[in-house]
């Protein structure tokens, strides 16, 4: 007689409120009572044990009467859905955009007309190359893409935390993205541009140089999303309520200013935290330390449209802030982590095409191209035209029109009216048009039906080289060295050669140092322009991450290395002088159990010593006890953290006690970025100093090739 475990072998007992029950094997599993909800199946029908298929016998062949199992493994079996072509990676939080005066003047955007309004939004940032599982900090230009839930419809500003793209038509993005990721015969590299098909494709493609110089900067290894500006790249309009028409561009620029980390520490952070951007960002958000960004808007008529000697049209161009300054209107704020990552970061579906009221497109031709794609993808991504139901796409506004049916209906009109006009009145009888409804600006367009691009779109190297020239001997270092790591990944050399010969175009100087860091066998002549390169265009400051860093340490993270007997009052100086600047202390022990320090009070450690590197950290401080030093000295780990914090520049702090771990790391003469600990008032020193984010001094002297 077959025998029923549940209700033959099972001792139960009570837990609380909820009873437990012990099956045959000791596994326990518990059965509702109390609060705790009845599990059911999705027909609602309750299940009564979730533990065992339904078989003849203990021993005996499952049956496929079993529908409890089928739909539970059928519903698994599903669970996935394409990811993004590309933009995969991503990590969505909840805000609002709060505007600081009215911009009626400028548009009749709904959202921008009151000063102090709160309008609900929802931010993803993401990577573009890798796939969904790819590490965070992956050279690679950021996604910022914002949705704004304004009382007129859903308005999507989708875009990166560049203000530039690679290619002017948006008929070039296929292959683009297939040349940008894994090559189709080998499936690899993961994440990566430093390979032969990337740099094929944008050494044949000349208009990719000026993106080419920015993805070579450090803005594609940003610290933190929380750092990084955000750029709505193309030329828009605002229209007022007279129907009058402004250029815009967008910036979104961050509250604690920008900062990227290193290459050498971005290969390192991969490793250690492969999640480290989404979960500074979950931190901050949880931790209520909300990231903020100011809306900054660049405006502009056809005049000067006329006269700026790129085309406002061209997506592979900027208008430097120092032309047109970036006027400030509001702020953006994420206050709320989401409840659930796929119904919200995975579901939301962005598209260019949605604007609202005041808002319109200019005929940019990436844009263009963007305003089809989008909708199109979010159809094989999403699986219904009825994405638009999906909570976090839909609109926190009315809507109402005769679309109807299509997998997955959510919101199904009542009554006998599925068309306009009709003649049925009511609710639905018919919604009518508006004169508030979205017009398009009556622009008067004309021109033979030809495939061409205007003739400004053929400067290729100007800007590239005006912003190669407008970054600090630091930063145009990183991006040297960027091209010489990248380059050194591609397998053929006509291909580093092809590149070397458009940088000639842009820097001279640059084009050689890369040249000789490949070990170029002779210099490549220049490529041929299409139009000449305008070699005085102004420096633009704004352009450099490092002339535009933080003005405090707030946001930041300290990496404290303790032991046992670890300085009391040091670390609780050190402590409060983070705490007063906004930053965060972070304990990494031998144990992470903690540790007791000096005045014998226990401590949690945060991290075991081989798990919390310091490239984690934006500083770090040598905390050791003299005996505790001792016993880091013999730990590899103990040696990289240190060694790690030198070689990527990071200001140290240590305590006397210290002394045998920098004597094994090496360290022997300490430079300024040091600073010794040798009473609690030095911790505050430490923290000013830390202002300035890296000990820059020192890199050059930590490279030799
Ligand atoms: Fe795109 C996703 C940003 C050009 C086609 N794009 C996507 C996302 C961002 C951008 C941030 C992720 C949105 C999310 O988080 O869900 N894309 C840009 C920017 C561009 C750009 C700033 C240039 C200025 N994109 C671009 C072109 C095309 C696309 C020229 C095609 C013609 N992009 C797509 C897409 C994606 C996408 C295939 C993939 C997933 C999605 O749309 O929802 O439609």
Same mark, same amino acid.
């Given at each position: 007689?077959?025998?029923?475990?549940?209700?033959?072998?099972?001792?139960?007992?009570?837990?609380?409120?909820?009873?437990?029950?012990?099956?045959?094997?000791?596994?326990?599993?518990?059965?509702?009572?109390?609060?705790?909800?009845?599990?059911?199946?999705?027909?609602?029908?309750?299940?009564?044990?979730?533990?065992?298929?339904?078989?003849?016998?203990?021993?005996?062949?499952?049956?496929?009467?079993?529908?409890?199992?089928?739909?539970?493994?059928?519903?698994?079996?599903?669970?996935?859905?394409?990811?993004?072509?590309?933009?995969?990676?991503?990590?969505?939080?909840?805000?609002?955009?709060?505007?600081?005066?009215?911009?009626?003047?400028?548009?009749?955007?709904?959202?921008?007309?009151?000063?102090?309004?709160?309008?609900?939004?929802?931010?993803?940032?993401?990577?573009?190359?890798?796939?969904?599982?790819?590490?965070?900090?992956?050279?690679?230009?950021?996604?910022?893409?914002?949705?704004?839930?304004?009382?007129?419809?859903?308005?999507?500003?989708?875009?990166?935390?560049?203000?530039?793209?690679?290619?002017?038509?948006?008929?070039?993005?296929?292959?683009?993205?297939?040349?940008?990721?894994?090559?189709?015969?080998?499936?690899?590299?993961?994440?990566?541009?430093?390979?032969?098909?990337?740099?094929?494709?944008?050494?044949?493609?000349?208009?990719?140089?000026?993106?080419?110089?920015?993805?070579?900067?450090?803005?594609?290894?940003?610290?933190?999303?929380?750092?990084?500006?955000?750029?709505?790249?193309?030329?828009?309009?605002?229209?007022?309520?007279?129907?009058?028409?402004?250029?815009?561009?967008?910036?979104?620029?961050?509250?604690?200013?920008?900062?990227?980390?290193?290459?050498?520490?971005?290969?390192?952070?991969?490793?250690?935290?492969?999640?480290?951007?989404?979960?500074?960002?979950?931190?901050?958000?949880?931790?209520?330390?909300?990231?903020?960004?100011?809306?900054?808007?660049?405006?502009?008529?056809?005049?000067?449209?006329?006269?700026?000697?790129?085309?406002?049209?061209?997506?592979?161009?900027?208008?430097?802030?120092?032309?047109?300054?970036?006027?400030?209107?509001?702020?953006?704020?994420?206050?709320?982590?989401?409840?659930?990552?796929?119904?919200?970061?995975?579901?939301?579906?962005?598209?260019?095409?949605?604007?609202?009221?005041?808002?319109?497109?200019?005929?940019?031709?990436?844009?263009?191209?963007?305003?089809?794609?989008?909708?199109?993808?979010?159809?094989?991504?999403?699986?219904?035209?009825?994405?638009?139901?999906?909570?976090?796409?839909?609109?926190?506004?009315?809507?109402?029109?005769?679309?109807?049916?299509?997998?997955?209906?959510?919101?199904?009109?009542?009554?006998?009216?599925?068309?306009?006009?009709?003649?049925?009145?009511?609710?639905?009888?018919?919604?009518?048009?508006?004169?508030?409804?979205?017009?398009?600006?009556?622009?008067?367009?004309?021109?033979?039906?030809?495939?061409?691009?205007?003739?400004?779109?053929?400067?290729?190297?100007?800007?590239?080289?005006?912003?190669?020239?407008?970054?600090?001997?630091?930063?145009?270092?990183?991006?040297?060295?960027?091209?010489?790591?990248?380059?050194?990944?591609?397998?053929?050399?006509?291909?580093?050669?092809?590149?070397?010969?458009?940088?000639?175009?842009?820097?001279?100087?640059?084009?050689?140092? @890369?040249? *000789?860091?490949?070990?170029? #066998?002779?210099?490549?002549?220049? %490529?041929?322009? !299409?139009? &000449?390169? $305008?070699?005085?265009?102004?420096?633009?400051?704004?352009?450099?991450?490092?002339?535009?860093?933080?003005?405090?340490?707030?946001?930041?993270?300290?990496?404290?290395?303790?032991?046992?007997?670890?300085?009391?009052?040091?670390?609780?100086?050190?402590?409060?002088?983070?705490?007063?600047?906004?930053?965060?202390?972070?304990?990494?022990?031998?144990?992470?159990?903690?540790?007791?320090?000096?005045?014998?009070?226990?401590?949690?450690?945060?991290?075991?010593?081989?798990?919390?590197?310091?490239?984690?950290?934006?500083?770090?401080?040598?905390?050791?006890?003299?005996?505790?030093?001792?016993?880091?000295?013999?730990?590899?780990?103990?040696?990289?953290? @240190?060694? *790690?914090?030198?070689?990527? #520049?990071?200001?140290?702090?240590? %305590?006397?006690? !210290?002394? &045998?771990? $920098?004597?094994?790391?090496?360290?022997?003469?300490?430079?300024?970025?040091?600073?010794?600990?040798?009473?609690?008032?030095?911790?505050?020193?430490?923290?000013?100093?830390?202002?300035?984010?890296?000990?820059?001094?020192?890199?050059?002297?930590?490279?030799?090739?």
């Amino acid at each position: 007689m077959a025998q029923d475990p549940r209700t033959d072998d099972l001792a139960t007992a009570r837990l609380g409120n909820v009873e437990v029950h012990r099956g045959a094997g000791g596994e326990t599993h518990q059965l509702a009572g109390g609060d705790v909800p009845v599990l059911t199946t999705q027909q609602g029908i309750p299940v009564s044990d979730d533990q065992n298929t339904l078989k003849v016998g203990p021993r005996g062949p499952s049956l496929l009467e079993d529908f409890h199992f089928r739909e539970k493994m059928f519903h698994f079996d599903h669970e996935r859905i394409p990811e993004r072509v590309v933009h995969a990676r991503g990590f969505g939080a909840h805000g609002y955009y709060e505007n600081y005066d009215s911009l009626a003047d400028l548009t009749a955007a709904d959202l921008f007309q009151r000063a102090g309004e709160k309008t609900p939004a929802f931010v993803r940032f993401s990577t573009v190359a890798g796939n969904k599982g790819s590490p965070d900090l992956a050279r690679d230009v950021r996604g910022f893409a914002v949705k704004l839930y304004t009382k007129q419809g859903n308005w999507d500003l989708v875009g990166n935390n560049i203000p530039i793209f690679f290619i002017q038509d948006a008929i070039k993005f296929p292959d683009l993205i297939h040349a940008a990721k894994q090559e189709p015969d080998r499936g690899f590299p993961q994440a990566q541009t430093a390979h032969d098909n990337f740099w094929d494709f944008i050494s044949l493609s000349p208009e990719a140089m000026n993106m080419a110089l920015w993805i070579m900067s450090d803005r594609t290894i940003p610290r933190s999303l929380r750092f990084m500006e955000g750029f709505g790249i193309h030329t828009f309009r605002l229209v007022n309520a007279e129907g009058k028409s402004t250029y815009v561009k967008f910036h979104w620029k961050p509250k604690l200013g920008m900062q990227s980390v290193v290459w050498n520490e971005a290969v390192k952070i991969n490793g250690a935290d492969p999640d480290f951007h989404r979960r500074d960002m979950w931190d901050a958000i949880q931790s209520g330390d909300f990231p903020e960004w100011e809306l900054g808007l660049q405006l502009f008529d056809d005049d000067f449209a006329e006269k700026f000697p790129f085309d406002i049209l061209d997506a592979t161009k900027i208008i430097p802030e120092e032309v047109i300054p970036v006027r400030r209107v509001g702020r953006l704020v994420l206050d709320r982590t989401v409840d659930n990552f796929f119904a919200e970061t995975e579901q939301v579906a962005f598209c260019t095409q949605n604007v609202v009221p005041g808002i319109d497109f200019t005929n940019d031709p990436l844009l263009q191209g963007r305003n089809f794609s989008y909708l199109d993808t979010q159809l094989k991504r999403l699986g219904s035209p009825n994405f638009t139901h999906i909570p976090i796409n839909a609109p926190k506004t009315e809507v109402c029109n005769f679309q109807q049916d299509g997998h997955m209906a959510m919101r199904n009109p009542k009554g006998r009216a599925n068309y306009e006009p009709n003649s049925w009145g009511g609710a639905l009888g018919g919604p009518r048009e508006s004169r508030q409804g979205y017009r398009s600006f009556p622009a008067e367009e004309s021109g033979a039906k030809r495939r061409v691009r205007a003739e400004l779109f053929a400067d290729h190297y100007s800007q590239a080289r005006q912003f190669f020239l407008s970054q600090n001997p630091v930063e145009q270092t990183h991006i040297k060295d960027a091209f010489v790591f990248e380059l050194s990944k591609v397998e053929t050399p006509a291909i580093r050669a092809r590149i070397v010969s458009h940088l000639l175009n842009v820097d001279e100087g640059l084009a050689k140092q @890369v040249a *000789d860091g490949l070990g170029l #066998a002779e210099m490549p002549p220049a %490529a041929d322009p !299409a139009r &000449p390169v $305008l070699r005085d265009l102004e420096a633009s400051p704004a352009l450099s991450i490092l002339g535009n860093g933080p003005k405090s340490f707030a946001g930041r993270k300290v990496g404290a290395l303790v032991t046992d007997g670890t300085d009391h009052a040091l670390l609780k100086a050190l402590k409060e002088a983070l705490a007063a600047e906004g930053a965060m202390l972070e304990l990494i022990a031998p144990k992470v159990g903690g540790f007791t320090c000096s005045a014998g009070h226990r401590h949690e450690a945060k991290q075991k010593v081989n798990g919390g590197p310091s490239v984690l950290y934006d500083a770090v401080a040598l905390l050791p006890s003299a005996e505790g030093a001792a016993l880091l000295a013999k730990e590899a780990t103990a040696k990289d953290f @240190v060694n *790690d914090a030198y070689a990527h #520049a990071k200001f140290i702090a240590f %305590a006397p006690t !210290a002394k &045998p771990l $920098l004597d094994k790391a090496g360290l022997t003469e300490p430079d300024d970025g040091f600073v010794a600990l040798t009473s609690p008032a030095d911790a505050k020193r430490f923290v000013e100093a830390c202002r300035a984010v890296r000990f820059w001094a020192r890199e050059a002297k930590v490279h030799a090739v």
